[in-house]
């Protein structure tokens, strides 16, 4: 029973029986305001090497009513477990299936919703990995290109968008039809259809004779806060500098963006038609990272364009070169492209990406970057750390290794050599030889095939009079997790060492040196016979991928002067080291709080505070010793208070120091600033107290039993949307009652009807730190649960409750036990053993941390 898996050796088979030349496909979504199911009418054209061979097309859908092969009926029965079986090909063939698909409010194949601001019906699909075969009967895998014609019946009034551009529609009465060009050859995981009443704004990209038509839509509840222009910016700098980079005119025939609702991840790369999460409609003030996240995304997007659309890996195993491409391609516009509001993009790289990596790599399930994907649930729980963080900065570092020159050189060659087509990663690594006159198969073993994070630390010896007598770079192996695939190896790096001293109070770069790190031990010669600086930072300018230490000295200037440095990124790279140490237990947790909030008061990066702000509060519930925990929350909620009085009048940081404030508001006197700000009795000069922070406030005074129900629903009075109901639900999850949590949990456990966003809004409220009693008898509930829910739901939906869920606050041995009893148990499918073996990991690293803080 293949249920609705697909193994890479039956996609093997199927791509060399087949070549798949064009499929029309006609949808009737006139009836979409009623929900249910639509009809779908598939023509699919495509010749067989060998004649009077079967094979199958791929499904999911309620009911079929046609399937009819070279004019032949097949029975019905053919459809079965997701696929539809077609015996006796022919060397040409014609294939149509008529067949009932169904809208799904999962954020997977049509998506349907329903704004409470206007009762309209707004709709998209999403298709990665394989949920085109949710609206139409296809060949689904990424190797098997075709091109599409769709054509959609939609209510009149409607705004339809696809990979090609928008026709004008016919008909008359209550619905039109829509007829769509052929687009160019393409995988079927990134065609795309968006329709209902949005609201679209228009601009062209204009480069010599060339011309482009660039489109924004959003749904008309949210068009007053569209800063199209903004988006339109960062978009043209986008194909001005990978156009350029690439020596690609941008393949497609126009370039929509959708901000589309309820959207699981950040953004899709629809060839010519990107659908975005419009959370990054911004309705309430936001701080600068999150405008710097949403250009970074929409360049990772458009960098999809060339690097995943115009050419394809052949297979989800290499999932993590699509990836990590668009996500260093996305920082290195930022920071290069002229005009570029976030120049510092590389800061945000080691901020973000990287932190995200090295956490992931330590987990139990890490795995080298070059995964083995034998199916698609293995490709579905690899959308992870490695995959996109780790790729990418290990491109980043291969990027150091060649040289950027010989790098983009070697992209250009790539592009010209397989548009259109599909390809492996040695294609690639092929034209970076090529280009750069490097051997990479060494590189690649290293780096790719092996999993796991070196550490780099200093070994220093300084005169009494202060100068180096010698100094080299210590490598180690990475200490693998138990259960964790790959074997523990030396990597080289090329790494840059900083060299910084105080002048003046601020921690200023006098040198930088330059060089490759291999082995155990590498001797740096250029440091011997200088006089010592005050700090020595190994990986500056954060070329590679490594854990990083600092010596005794430079540690104690750190600690002191973190906030001191001029730039950014050494700052960050401090911030990450000290993170890091805490999460392994070498720095104790109280000993964090005490650099971070030392550290903070000089930091400028907004997205670095944000960061910041995360990690204390995560050290502090998960990380602190539980006698110390209390103390050090209330340390960090009087810090936050201070802060956020203390900050400039309507900066971004006076909005941080706010939301942190309100995350771990304890006292009494604190809480009534929240209860205060948020009905008006107080006021704080600059803080505007919009729509997001109202719900922000609220949640905590919730949580705390200082508001109740009649306070959620005064509020969803005032913001019914679907954001305020999502928040409302987080709020109604998070009161301190075990009537809430019972109601909570049966409501995402015990029922399927809530809609992804909801229902992650509903485990939102449901986690809170601060009720761990509450909390406690859903641990066994937990385990008695879990195996049906991954049987029972679709994959986003269950993977949002199996992470969810998880009694992640429950720090204890029992936990690990009851962990360890289920998975002995009940003998979990890998990719659900994957998860709850993730969530695990975080009680085992909480515990050891804890020791280390007593
Ligand atoms: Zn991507």
Known sequence: MPGTNLTREEARTRAALLHVEAYDVELDLSSARDGGTFRSTTVVRFTATEPGASTFIDLVAPAVSEIVLNGRALPLENFADSRIALPDLAAENELRVVADCAYTNTGEGLHRFVDPADGETYLYTQFEVADARRVFPNFEQPDLKAAFSFTVTAPAGWVVVSNSPTPEPTGDGDTRVWKFEPTPRMSTYITALVAGPYVGVFDTYQNGAQSVPLGVYCRPSLREFLDADAIFAVTKQGFDYFQDKFDFAYPFAKYDQLFVPEFNAGAMENAGAVTLRDQYVFRSKVTDASYELRAATILHELAHMWFGDLVTMEWWNDLWLNESFATFAEAVCQAEAPGSRWPHSWTTFANQMKTWAYRQDQLPSTHPIMAEINDLEDVQVNFDGITYAKGASVLKQLVAYVGQDAFFQGVRAYFKRHAWGNTRLTDLLGALEEASGRDLRTWSKAWLETAGINVLRPAIEVSADGVIESFAVLQEAPALPAGARGEAVLRPHRIAIGLYELVDGDLVRTDRIELDVDGERTEVPQLVGRRRPAVLLLNDDDLSYAKVRLDADSLAVVTEHLGDFTDSLPRALCWASAWDMTRDGELATRDYLSLALSGLRRESDIGVVQSVHRQVKLALEMYADPAWRETGLQRW??????????????????????????????????????????????????????????????????????????????????????????????????????????????????????????????????????????????????????????????????QQIIGGLYPAYAVSQATLDATDAWLAQADPAPALRRQVVEARAGIERALKAQAADR
């Open 637 to 798: 909620a009087a810090a936050a208070e201070a802060a956020l009085l203390d900050a400039p009048a309507g900066s971004d940081h006076q909005l941080a120091w706010a939301r942190a404030l309100a995350g771990s508001a304890r006292t009494d006197g604190q809480l009534d600033l929240l209860a205060g700000l948020l009905d008006g009795s107080r006021t704080v000069e600059g803080l505007a107290v919009d729509t997001e922070l109202r719900w922000t406030l609220l949640g905590r005074l919730v949580a705390t039993g200082r508001a109740d129900e009649a306070a959620i629903e005064a509020e969803l009075a005032r913001d019914n949307t679907s954001s305020g109901q999502e928040h409302a639900a987080t709020c109604r999850a998070a009161r301190p009652t075990a009537e809430a949590k019972a109601e909570a949990w049966a409501s995402v456990v015990e029922s399927d009807t809530l809609t992804n966003y909801v229902q992650e809004a509903v485990i939102a409220g449901f986690q809170q730190p601060d009720q761990r009693d509450l909390l406690a008898p859903y641990a066994e509930k937990y385990f008695a649960a879990v195996k049906q829910v991954w049987e029972t739901r679709s994959h986003e939906i269950s």
